[in-house]
């Protein structure tokens, strides 16, 4: 009926005026976050299938968040690009992360940081100056740091990535594309790009031995990834079962609860020592 939709209407206006309540509340408070001290980093290591010898770290954000407690980056990052906040918080991260691998040198501990990139970050004309300026400040090197880029994130703007790409390789840089799998069915744009590597998204890895639907396409992404010369990190990687298939069939790389979940950069430190 007509009142029912009209307070239909009404109810929907109210959550929208609440909901944008809360975006500006977020906004403000993740502003602050960046400029302050809230936001940390946490570390989780990729290791060689083979020797086991780790081979990097990637770094992932928290926001430890003064009421609402500790935040994910699933409650903050889409959020933040929407914000038109993504930039400030990539330079926050890559200015975490130099400084922590300046630590990590000092004490003989140093492994290559991969930090995630959003799309935003390949339409930044000064990510690159901002990359190298950072690196510079602590007397670091291009691999010292590494970068993740998700296939949706390339797609987004595929000439955009091919210049920032061709940028990072030739200052360098190795470059990881993350969630793969998940985002395209043309697998073409990957003669186009300077990859490194490619990261299997953990859908296909973690039900890897009960779901021959995933077995198969891990197999392929192998595969095709192995004959364009690209190697291949798998996440998600929870069992020792699904780590020795993958490791059967030639995946170069693994991360996961396995190996170890994200740590802080003080116990990575240790956690790398008793590991090597
Ligand atoms: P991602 O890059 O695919 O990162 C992997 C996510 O899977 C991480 O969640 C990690 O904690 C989790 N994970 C790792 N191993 C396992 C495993 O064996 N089992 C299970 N169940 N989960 C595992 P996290 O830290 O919550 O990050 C979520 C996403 O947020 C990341 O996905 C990444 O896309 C984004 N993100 C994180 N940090 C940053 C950042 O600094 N900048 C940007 N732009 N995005 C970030
Ligand atoms: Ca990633
Ligand atoms: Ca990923
Ligand atoms: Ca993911």
């Not at 392929?220 to 990190?233: G, K, R, T």
């Not at 693994?254 to 990575?268: A, E, L, N, R």
């Given at each position: ?19 944008n ?13 960046i ?57 926050w ?86 969630d793969f799998?998940t985002g ?30 995933s077995?198969?396409?891990v197999r ?14 798998a996440?998600?990687?929870e ?12 995946c ?25």
């Open positions: 009926s007509a009142k029912c939709s009209a307070e239909k209407i009404a109810v929907y206006a109210g959550s929208l005026d609440s909901d309540a809360q975006r500006l509340i977020l906004m403000t408070d993740l502003r602050r976050a400029d302050g001290d809230e936001l940390f980093l946490l570390f989780q290591p990729k290791v060689k299938i083979r020797s086991r010898a780790i081979s990097g770290v990637e770094a992932l954000v928290r926001w430890k968040h003064p009421e609402q407690g500790l935040m994910s980056p699933n409650q903050f990052i889409n959020f933040a690009e929407r914000a038109g906040l993504i930039t400030r918080l990539t330079y991260v890559l200015a975490a992360a130099v400084r922590e691998s300046h630590v990590w040198h000092g004490s003989g501990q140093a492994v290559p940081i991969a930090i995630n990139l959003s799309s935003h970050d390949l339409r930044d004309p000064q990510l690159m100056e901002h990359v190298l300026g950072s690196l510079e400040t602590w007397g670091g090197s291009p691999d010292w740091i590494q970068f993740e880029l998700t296939e949706s994130c390339i797609m987004d703007d595929l000439s955009a990535a091919q210049h920032v790409l061709m940028q990072l390789r030739e200052a360098g840089f190795k470059i990881f594309i993350d799998g395209y069915s043309s697998l073409s744009y990957l003669k186009r790009l300077p990859v490194d590597y490619i990261k299997i998204d953990q859908s296909f890895v973690m039900g890897l031995d009960e779901d021959a639907d077995a198969a396409i392929s992404i192998i595969e095709l990834a192995h004959s364009l010369n690209i190697e291949v990190v996440e998600g990687v069992s020792k079962v699904v780590m020795d298939m993958l490791e059967r069939w030639g170069e790389e693994v991360q996961g609860y396995c190996i170890s979940k994200p740590i802080s950069g003080h116990d990575f430190q240790s956690w790398n020592r008793a590991f090597v």
